[in-house]
């Protein structure tokens, strides 16, 4: 008897076959399907858009993109992950809206990347003040990185994708995913050295 192994993605709750199912219940024609997907992605996809720089634009960006995904669906190959591609109409569509208000946008923009998670060390009241410093410089150091490397950092590290999901999400190739983080971090770690 052959033991199953969990088809869960890494930060998503739902089971690829499960997630398989309703994309094909949809494709067949039942768009009540569609609300599982919506509600399984819908989170991630509005704090992408957010960290994207959609700031309060966030839920519309998010809600053109599920449309656009609903009307893509036909193009979309049978036994892909549906996070990946939807993430990148995300993307898409946040940077469409960056377009056209890029000022407001970046405000936003660092507020959200402010308020990202980051594990804070518990304890003494002096370590948590350094290192609330610390992550003060690092966030800071992310926001002034140019956007083509924050949007890999946003994408690999606040979001938690793995590297195959950032390159799909942000419609790269791995390798370029690969070489933006790596330059990304090489500058952050010098920017941060006397840290």
């Not at 991630?44 to 998010?62: E, F, H, I, K, T």
Request: glycine share 6%; with cysteine; net charge positive.
């Amino acid at each position: 008897m052959a033991t199953s192994t969990p088809t869960h993605e890494r930060g998503s709750s739902i089971d690829r076959l499960v997630e398989a199912d309703a994309l094909a219940r949809v494709r067949a024609g039942e768009a009540s399907a569609y609300a599982l997907l919506v509600r399984e992605h819908g989170p991630m996809a509005r704090r992408l858009a957010v960290l994207s720089g959609a700031g309060p634009d966030a839920d519309d960006v998010v809600q053109e993109a599920f449309v656009k995904a609903y009307r893509a669906l036909p193009r979309f190959r049978t036994g892909e992950p549906f996070r990946p591609w939807l993430l990148r109409i995300v993307v898409n569509e946040t940077r469409n809206l960056r377009r056209g208000s890029s000022r407001r946008a970046g405000r936003e923009e660092r507020d959200a990347i402010d308020g990202a998670r980051v594990v804070e060390p518990p304890g003494d009241p002096a370590e948590a003040a350094v290192a609330a410093e610390r992550r003060s410089r690092l966030l800071a150091a992310v926001r002034r990185l140019p956007e083509p490397s924050r949007e890999v950092v946003v994408c690999r590290y606040l979001m938690e994708l793995t590297e195959a999901e950032t390159a799909t999400a942000l419609d790269l190739p791995a390798g370029t995913v690969k070489s933006r983080l790596s330059r990304a971090l090489g500058h952050l770690r010098e920017e941060l050295a006397d840290d």
